[in-house]
Antibody
Framework: QVQLVQSGAEVRKPGASVKVSCKAS????????MHWVRQAPGQGLEWMGW????????TYAHNLQDRVAVTRDASISTAYMELRSLRSDDTAVYYC?????????????WGQGTLVSVSS | DIQMTQSPSSLSASVGDRVTITCRAN??????LSWYLQKPGKAPKLLIY???FLQSGVPSRFSGSGSGTDFTLTISSLQPEDFGTYYC?????????FGPGTRVDIK
């Protein structure tokens, strides 16, 4: 069965970086784009960006494009999301989610989420 | 960027009630609209995609309709397990913006 398993919770200080992993199984990793979505405590969902796992091409939300990088290692079916220059308002649960296309497709399987806490 | 709104922001309904949630985009997104249900502490679950297609495994009491800018999610007979927050998301153009959510409580 399709599974996206994310790395564990992280605690960082403001200004630091964090890298979250998302390991896919149960399907061909290169057949699906991987998106990242985050959710601050008590807030709604925010789309962050996607990666084409075949080419490595990426697209990011405008408000994050200077600080976020999504990469992948197709040999181990794993996508990564790195966020730099962390601020307190980056405290959130971060999800990876796959889709067959960068847009106009369904985001069908989600990871379990990774809590990133930013605090001095 | 496309802006999404949802109404109502919250509702309380009884088991067996018919429940309708609306989602509006500020420009046409054709039929590229998805609906999710999120329970506390869990990842969102895809219910409906491309406005009206039921995701595999989702009960048939859930249905979606609409096109262009106005969309509706309907639960024909609310069940106790349907509580949570419902989000719409436009999937037409990046950034793939989510609506602010509709919280559904069971009376």
């Amino acid at each position: 069965q399709v599974q996206l398993v994310q790395s564990g919770a992280e605690v960082r200080k403001p200004g630091a970086s964090v890298k979250v992993s998302c390991k896919a199984s149960g399907y061909s990793f290169t057949d699906y784009y991987m998106h990242w979505v985050r959710q601050a405590p008590g807030q709604g969902l925010e789309w962050m960006g996607w990666i084409n796992p075949t080419s490595g091409d990426t697209t990011y939300a405008h408000n994050l494009q200077d600080r976020v990088a999504v990469t992948r290692d197709a040999s181990i079916s794993t996508a990564y999301m790195e966020l730099r220059s962390l601020r307190s308002d980056d405290t959130a649960v971060y999800y990876c989610v796959r889709s067959v296309a960068p847009s106009r497709g369904r985001l069908d399987y989600w990871g379990q989420g990774t809590l990133v806490s930013v605090s001095s | 960027d496309i802006q999404m709104t949802q109404s109502p922001s919250s509702l309380s309904a009884s088991v067996g009630d018919r429940v309708t949630i609306t989602c509006r985009a500020n420009q046409s997104i054709s039929m590229y609209l998805s609906w999710y249900l999120q329970k506390p502490g869990k990842a969102p679950k895809l219910l409906i995609y491309t406005a009206s297609f039921l995701q595999s495994g989702v009960p048939s009491r859930f249905s979606g309709s609409g096109s262009g800018t106005d969309f509706t999610l309907t639960i024909s007979s609310l069940q106790p397990e349907d509580f949570g927050t419902y989000y719409c998301q436009e999937t037409d153009i990046t950034p793939l913006t989510f609506g602010p959510g509709t919280r559904v409580d069971i009376k």
